[in-house]
């Protein structure tokens, strides 16, 4: 009864948030009287990029990060200062960190729905020229290396984000996350 009510708390606040950075009212976030609450909004949404079973909220938080990364890490009036540090530290880790998790399975189309909103969110985070110089370095460098990835897997994986089209990446980690058949 405790977890159905949760849930359906944390649906109807992830909603609430959706709203708001699409209907530009993003500025409502930043607001000087909200302020002091998106640190534990942030918190919230990356959990919620990773905590199933639920994986079309887990694509729901995706989209809101991807929403906040394009206002707050471009160069715009909304930009907040130091949030792309967040994005390549918090946000990157938990596209992976949703991938391995144990409820995710490429055989579930939503599985599939949020695999393309994850490649899109990375593919909009190096769109953004304040972004993009430090996001191949910081993948190839560190993020994929601590997690136990080969540097041939990394180079791979650093170009097909930045030369490759969205779904050539996609199709890549469907491909490394699918085991060999004997």
């Known amino acids: 009864q405790f977890e159905r009510e949760r849930y359906a708390l ?10 708001l950075v699409h209907s530009d ?3 409502v976030l930043t607001d000087g009287a909200n302020a002091p609450h998106v640190e534990a909004a942030l918190r919230l949404l990356l959990q919620g ?3 199933g079973p ?3 909220l887990q694509r729901q938080c995706f989209l809101i990060l991807h929403r906040l990364v394009e206002e707050w890490c471009g160069g715009g009036p909304a930009a907040v200062p130091g949030f792309g540090v967040f994005a390549l530290q918090q946000i990157l880790p938990v596209c992976f960190g949703a991938l391995s998790a144990p409820h995710f399975n490429l055989g579930n189309a939503a599985a599939l729905q949020l695999l393309d909103t994850i490649v899109a969110l990375q593919k909009g985070m190096l769109a953004l020229p304040e972004l993009a ?6 993948l190839r460098d560190t993020h994929l290396p601590s997690l136990g990835c080969a540097p041939a897997f990394c180079a791979h994986y650093v170009a097909l984000l930045t030369e490759g089209e969205p779904r050539q990446l996609r199709d890549f980690l469907q491909q490394q996350m699918t085991p060999a058949r004997p």
């Open 10 to 19: 944390l649906r109807s606040y992830y909603g609430l948030l959706h709203s």
């Open 25 to 27: 009212l993003i500025g």
């Open 54 to 56: 639920d994986l079309q």
């Open 49 to 51: 990029c990773t905590e």
């Open 133 to 138: 110089q430090q996001l191949v370095p910081y």
